[in-house]
């Protein structure tokens, strides 16, 4: 049981440049999320889902999509890099999202946009 | 929309001393509120949390007060020990399955041994 894991860990891209950023979990968690985390800042919501297909759009959604096609699957992806987007991007997943069932975080990616 | 300040944004205390960290909000119609502790180089991980129908909420050496007269809630650690050195943020939201959460600012938190 892996919990819940982001891939990759480190990337730096140029501004322009597209990627996409990998969320996987393996607790049958219906509800899965997207966060930002930039400095001195609490985390701040792109996007989330509440089961496999569905999308919907957070605090900041500007300047990204999502995709959820398979359930245990969540893709955020960045169409055209701005160094705004340099943040630590952390994924969570819940089983019917809190206050009923905690979220739990994977280990973060550090994007870096010059 | 809601807004949710944290203090102090760095504390420091002696070991098996207490912490407490401190925060406001603004939205009055905010009814959940999580604590999560952020280790060096992982994600958030849920501490406690308590909704908005019980002012107090206990988990060992972690407590929960909520004042909703005054909007803030704070978070007590006693006994503190070196592993509890971290970031905790705190949280507020309405009870729609996350999708509104507004977390504060942080605190890093250091336990000198």
């Known amino acids: 049981n892996a919990g819940v894991t982001q891939t990759p860990k480190f990337r730096v891209l140029k501004t322009g440049q597209s990627m996409t950023l990998l969320c996987a979990q393996d607790?049958?968690?219906?509800?899965m999320y997207w966060y930002r985390q930039d400095p001195g800042m609490g985390l701040r919501l792109i996007h989330y889902?509440?089961?496999?297909?569905?999308?919907a759009k957070g605090e900041v959604p500007d300047g990204y999509n999502v995709s959820r096609l398979k359930k245990q699957n969540f893709l955020l992806g960045l169409e055209s890099a701005a160094p705004s987007q340099t943040s630590v991007y952390f994924c969570a997943s819940s089983y019917s999202g809190p206050p009923r069932d905690e979220q739990y975080f994977g280990p973060g990616t550090r994007l870096t946009v010059t | 929309g809601e807004n949710v300040e944290q203090h102090p944004s760095t504390l420091s205390v002696q070991e098996g001393d207490s912490a407490v960290i401190k925060c406001t909000y603004s939205?009055?119609?905010?009814?959940?509120f999580p604590w999560y502790k952020q280790e060096l180089g992982k994600g958030p991980q849920l501490i406690i949390d308590i909704r908005s129908n019980v002012g107090e909420k206990k988990d060992q050496r972690i407590a929960v007060t909520l004042n909703k007269t005054a909007k803030h809630f704070s978070l007590h650690i006693t006994e503190t020990q070196p592993e509890d050195s971290a970031v905790y943020f705190c949280?507020?939201?309405?009870?729609?399955?996350?999708?509104?959460?507004?977390f504060g600012p942080g605190t890093r938190l250091s336990v000198l041994p």
């Open positions: 949280a507020a939201s309405l009870d729609n399955y996350g999708q509104n959460f507004v």
């Open positions: 939205d009055s119609a905010s009814n959940y």
């Open positions: 607790m049958n968690h219906e509800y």
């Open positions: 889902s509440v089961g496999e297909g569905t999308t």
